[in-house]
């Protein structure tokens, strides 16, 4: 995995990071009264939430062509995704 796909697959979660830690930052550079701190963990923990609710499970990798088609002509809506890595 080179450097650049790192930061794409891990986009949402390097820029919470970088937000919440400027805004701790922030609080601790400005002594901030407690009613800043309790909003920066509430924003800390929606975005924790967040990541994990936009998580999805793993997709299914078919091992042959049969289970292409069983999936295919199940019922249930199938997404076929076809890449290229350049």
């Known amino acids: 995995m080179t450097v650049a796909q790192f930061f794409n697959q891990h ?40 990541f994990f609710a936009l998580r999805t499970a793993a997709p299914r990798a078919f091992e042959t062509v049969a289970d292409v088609q069983r999936a295919i002509s199940s019922g249930t809506p199938t997404l076929v995704e076809f890449y290229s890595d350049f």
């Open 11 to 50: 986009s949402f979660l390097l820029a919470a990071s970088v937000l919440l830690g400027g805004g701790l930052a922030f609080l601790i550079v400005r002594r901030a009264r407690r009613a800043l701190w309790f909003a920066w963990i509430a924003a800390a923990a929606i975005a924790i939430g967040v």
